[in-house]
C-alpha cells in the first residue's frame, strides 16, 4: 500500500497527527485557510476606506467616481471573510492552482464575489463595478504583512499566552503550597544551603512573568504603502490624496496594528524577531523547568501518580517514567530553534525584497505549536506529581555539613563585633566538615567549643538542615512590583 494514496491524506507533521488534539487551537489563526481569510479582510477593509472615506477625510471616497458603499454593501463585503468555509477554501485553492500566485488567487476570489454581488443585494448594487478597487495600489505584501500581523497577534495573545499564563498559575499555587517545605539545594550537583520547595517554584514564577510582560506589551507592526515603500502608484493614480496619511489611519484604526512609517516593499519583520526571541528565551526557561523537575523525581523529591492502565515500561512493570516533563524538553528545543531561526531569517531581505521571509513565515504555526505541545505536557505532568515529605526530610537529615555556612559566616561577624578565637573561620569550619560525613551532635560539639556569646550559640544550635532555610518562605510571597 502506497500511504500518500490514502485518503484523506495522511498528515506529515505530527503536530496535525498524533498531536493535533494539544495544538488544533493555532489552526484558527496560523494555518494557509488562516492566512487567506485575513488576506480577504484586509482586501475588503482596504476597499471599504477607499470608497467611504475616513473622519480625515470628510468621510467622502478617497478616489473620484467611486460611488460610497450602502450599509447592504458594507454587510456584503464584510462577511467575504466571515463566510470563508470549506467550499470557499477549496475555490480558492482551485483559482491558485491557475495563478500560481496566492495574493493573486485572493484578488480575483473577491472579483467573483463582487460580480455575484446583485444575487444578495438586487440589481442596483454597484458593486459589480467596483473591481478596480480590489487591490488597488498594492503590492503583494501590503496584504501579507497586514494579513500575518492580524494572524499572529490572534494566536500569541489567544492561544499562547493563555496556555502560558495557565502554567505560570499553576508553578504559583505551587510556590505557595510549598513555601514553607524545606528542599535540599544543590549547586554544582552538590548539598549546599537548604532552601523551599516553594521558593524554586517562584523563581520559574518570577522568570516566567517578566517573559510574559515582554510578549504582552508587544508591537504588531504594519505597512501598506505600495512595492517599494513610496506610495508611487498610489499618487500616480491620485496626486491629490494625503496617502501617507491614509496609511497610517488604515493600519492603526482599521488593521488594529502599529503603523511602520518607513519601509522598503516589505514590513521589515522586526517586530516579529523581537516576538520570536521573547517566545523562545519563555521556552528556554520552560526547558530549564522541565529538566529540573525530571531531576527532582528522579531524586525523590517529587512523585508521580500513576495513570491507571497506563504503560510506564514495555519490559519493566514496576515504572512511571516522567514523559511529560521528557516531550516538553524535546518539544521546547525544537520551538526554540524554529523561532530562533525565524527570527534571524526574518530579519534580513536582499535589498527591496527577496522571497525568504514567505517560505519562512508558513513555519510561524510549527514554531508555536511545538511550545504549546510543550505547555500541555508540561501542565499534566505537574498535576500528576507531588512532594516525597519523608523523602525530603530523610535527605536533609543526611546532610548535616550544609551548616557549615551559617557557622563561619556567624563566626565572621563574631570577630567584627571584637570576640576572641574567631580567627580563620572557613578553613577550622571547612576541617570538619568537608569530606566528613557529620551529624547533629558533631555540629553542636563545634559550636560549643567556639566560645561565641550565649545568644549566638543558642541561635546556631537551634538550627538544623530542614530550618536552615533563610527567608525562603517569606520570598515566595514577596511584592517584586
Given at each position: 500500500m502506497n500511504l500518500t494514496s490514502i485518503t484523506p491524506p495522511i498528515p506529515l507533521n505530527p503536530l496535525d497527527g498524533r498531536y493535533r488534539r494539544q495544538t488544533s487551537p493555532l489552526v484558527d489563526f496560523l494555518s494557509e485557510p488562516a492566512l487567506n481569510r485575513e488576506r480577504i479582510r484586509v482586501e475588503v477593509e482596504w476597499m471599504i476606506l477607499l470608497a467611504n472615506g475616513c473622519a480625515e477625510n470628510?468621510?467622502?471616497?478617497?478616489l473620484p467616481g467611486v460611488k460610497p458603499l450602502t450599509d447592504a454593501e458594507l454587510?456584503?463585503?464584510?462577511?467575504?471573510?466571515?463566510?470563508?468555509?470549506?467550499?470557499?477554501?477549496?475555490?480558492?485553492?482551485?483559482?491558485?492552482?491557475?495563478?500560481?500566485?496566492?495574493v493573486k488567487a485572493v484578488e480575483y476570489y473577491i472579483d467573483r464575489r463582487l460580480e455575484t454581488a446583485s444575487d444578495a443585494l438586487g440589481e442596483d448594487t454597484g458593486?459589480?463595478?467596483?473591481?478596480?478597487?480590489?487591490?488597488?495600489?498594492?503590492?503583494?505584501?501590503?496584504?501579507?504583512?497586514?494579513?500575518?500581523?492580524?494572524?499572529?497577534?490572534?494566536?500569541?495573545?489567544?492561544v499562547w499566552?493563555?496556555?502560558?499564563?495557565?502554567?505560570?498559575?499553576?508553578?504559583?499555587?505551587?510556590?505557595?503550597?510549598?513555601?514553607?517545605?524545606?528542599?535540599l539545594a544543590m549547586t554544582h550537583g552538590q548539598p549546599a544551603t537548604p532552601t523551599t520547595l516553594g521558593k524554586e517554584m517562584a523563581v520559574f514564577v518570577h522568570r516566567l512573568g517578566r517573559q510574559l510582560d515582554r510578549v504582552r506589551s508587544q508591537e504588531y507592526l504594519g505597512k501598506i504603502n505600495g512595492a517599494t515603500g513610496t506610495y508611487g502608484?498610489?499618487?500616480?493614480?491620485?496626486?491629490?490624496v494625503d496617502w501617507i496619511g491614509l496609511s497610517r489611519v488604515f493600519v492603526t484604526e482599521r488593521m488594529g496594528l502599529t503603523w511602520n512609517p518607513l519601509t522598503t516593499q516589505i514590513e521589515s519583520h522586526d517586530w516579529q524577531a523581537e516576538l520570536y526571541s521573547s517566545i523562545s528565551h519563555t521556552g528556554r526557561i520552560l526547558h530549564n523547568l522541565a529538566t529540573?523537575?525530571?531531576?527532582?523525581?528522579?531524586?525523590?523529591?517529587?512523585?508521580?501518580?500513576?495513570?491507571?492502565?497506563?504503560?510506564?515500561?514495555?519490559?519493566?512493570?514496576?515504572?512511571?517514567?516522567?514523559i511529560r516533563f521528557e516531550n516538553a524538553e524535546a518539544n521546547l528545543e525544537i520551538s526554540c530553534s524554529l523561532l530562533d531561526t525565524l527570527a534571524a531569517t526574518l530579519s534580513e531581505t536582499r535589498w527591496q525584497r527577496?522571497?525568504?521571509?514567505?517560505?519562512?513565515?508558513?513555519?510561524?504555526?510549527?514554531?508555536?505549536?511545538?511550545?504549546?505541545?510543550?505547555?500541555?505536557?508540561l501542565h499534566r505532568g505537574l498535576e500528576a506529581i507531588h512532594p516525597d515529605r519523608e523523602a525530603m526530610a530523610r535527605e536533609l537529615d543526611r546532610n548535616w555539613e550544609v551548616l557549615g555556612e551559617p557557622i563561619q559566616t556567624a563566626m565572621r561577624?563574631?570577630?567584627?563585633?571584637g570576640i576572641p578565637g574567631m580567627d580563620n573561620p572557613y578553613e577550622r569550619v571547612k576541617e570538619l566538615m568537608r569530606g566528613h560525613r557529620i551529624g547533629k551532635d558533631d555540629v553542636e560539639a563545634f559550636i560549643d567549643g567556639l566560645g561565641l556569646d550565649p545568644e549566638t550559640t543558642s541561635r546556631l544550635k537551634a538550627l538544623t538542615p530542614a530550618t536552615y532555610t533563610g527567608a525562603a518562605e517569606s520570598l515566595v510571597a514577596y511584592d517584586y512590583r
Open positions: 470628510g468621510k467622502k471616497p478617497v454587510a456584503y463585503l464584510r462577511a467575504l471573510p466571515q463566510a470563508f468555509g470549506d467550499e470557499e477554501i477549496q475555490e480558492l485553492a482551485g483559482i491558485e492552482a491557475v495563478t500560481h500566485h496566492d458593486l459589480g463595478g467596483l473591481k478596480p478597487l480590489v487591490h488597488f495600489a498594492c503590492t503583494s505584501e501590503d496584504i501579507n504583512n497586514l494579513a500575518y500581523a492580524r494572524s499572529i497577534r490572534g494566536a500569541v495573545q489567544e499566552l493563555p496556555a502560558v499564563q495557565a502554567l505560570t498559575d499553576l508553578l504559583s499555587d505551587m510556590a505557595d503550597r510549598y513555601r514553607d517545605l524545606p528542599l502608484a498610489h499618487l500616480a493614480a491620485a496626486p491629490e529540573d523537575i525530571w531531576m527532582y523525581i528522579s531524586r525523590g523529591v517529587f512523585v508521580q501518580e500513576p495513570v491507571k492502565g497506563a504503560t510506564g515500561s514495555s519490559t519493566m512493570p514496576h515504572k512511571v517514567n516522567p527577496d522571497l525568504t521571509d514567505s517560505t519562512t513565515q508558513r513555519n510561524i504555526g510549527t514554531g508555536l505549536g511545538y511550545s504549546l505541545l510543550a505547555l500541555d505536557n561577624a563574631a570577630a567584627l563585633r
